[in-house]
């Protein structure tokens, strides 16, 4: 169509349209690559695209890339088996800070949360000391990392050093903690809603952790990242994925049917931990990335670095504005 001047289509007396046209454009649109967990937030997102027809409206061609678990995006994007991932900035910078190009959209805004069990006598993070507090993830997983932070800035100790941290997969550590082995759990946004909604007690919520460091507004620090000069050079419509997915968020935020379909993904063992996970992502929804976001994010970085967590940030990483796609 790029050669096609309205000029020639009347000269030639074709019936054709812009209408009549649009099937082939679709057919020809370059595919989007976006990794997703199966089952995870993303999945349901996808799914609703879908099953509202979002995708096609908006002229998307999405071809998922599964994956066994989240570290595992990082290596499809930078190893090109996928376009678009799902991730957090954090990671996105310390990559610009080794020279990739790499770009951040926000995805979402919810965080995990430290759950204590009902009736547990703890209620603050010095509460924990002595106490055993499992970790989703690793020794780096952000929230982890940001809670040393926190407790470094308020407790004027590591909570690595005065609690014992168990680490492991989310459904393992949230087994163990239902299961009494463990006084405390620092979990995924999914799992801290399952459990909220069996009657485990928020004792901290990572935005809480965050604006304690007074840092406002909360910056979403998961979202969708690229490689800027792939996306150009292949002519990736990354725009046309973001704008199917605020319009897929438009139904999450409002529709309760739309979750009801989700159900069979989400597999939630009762309606009220349903309910949980739709409040909870729905409070997680977010907006465009603006210069208050960058802002915050300049802030945290800064303050990260300040407070010593090269596991977060890495060495030599120094913020950059131009990670964000505004």
Do not use: C
């Amino acid at each position: 169509m790029t050669m096609l001047t309205r000029r020639s289509v009347l000269a030639a007396g074709s019936a054709l349209t812009v209408a009549s046209l649009m099937p082939r454009l679709a057919a020809a649109a370059t595919p989007v690559r976006l990794t997703s967990v199966k089952f995870g937030s993303v999945s349901w997102l996808i799914e609703t695209m879908r099953a509202e027809g979002i995708d096609k409206k908006v002229g998307l061609d999405l071809q998922v890339v599964e994956v066994a678990n989240n570290p595992a995006a990082p290596v499809a994007l930078l190893s090109g088996a996928a376009d678009v991932i799902v991730s957090d900035w954090t990671w996105a910078l310390r990559q610009r800070a080794r020279g990739l190009d790499l770009k951040f959209a926000p995805y979402s805004s919810a965080l995990g949360s430290v759950m204590v069990p009902k009736g547990s006598s703890i209620t603050s993070l010095g509460g924990l000391e002595g106490k055993k507090i499992g970790v989703a993830g690793t020794g780096i997983d952000k929230s982890w990392i940001l809670l040393r932070a926190y407790s470094r800035k308020t407790l004027g100790k590591d909570i690595a050093s005065f609690a014992e941290p168990v680490f492991g997969a989310a459904p393992l550590v949230t087994e163990e903690f239902r299961n009494g082995r463990l006084d405390a759990v620092l979990n995924f946004w999914t799992y801290a809603a399952r459990l909220k909604a069996e009657g485990a007690r928020e004792l901290l919520t990572m935005a809480d952790v965050i604006k304690g460091m007074n840092v406002s507004p909360t910056p979403a620090l998961v979202g969708f990242i690229w490689s800027e000069k792939s996306v150009r050079d292949q002519a990736v419509p990354v725009d046309t994925l973001l704008a199917a997915v605020a319009d897929a968020n438009v139904v999450l935020a409002s529709s309760d049917a739309a979750w009801l379909r989700l159900r069979p993904l989400i597999k939630p063992a009762s309606d009220g931990e349903l309910v949980a996970i739709r409040d909870y992502y729905r409070s997680g929804i977010t907006g465009s990335w603006g210069a208050a976001d960058t802002a915050a994010a300049e802030k945290l970085t800064n303050l990260l670095i300040e407070l010593g967590d090269t596991e977060l940030v890495g060495d030599g990483t120094h913020f950059d504005q131009n990670l964000f796609h505004t």
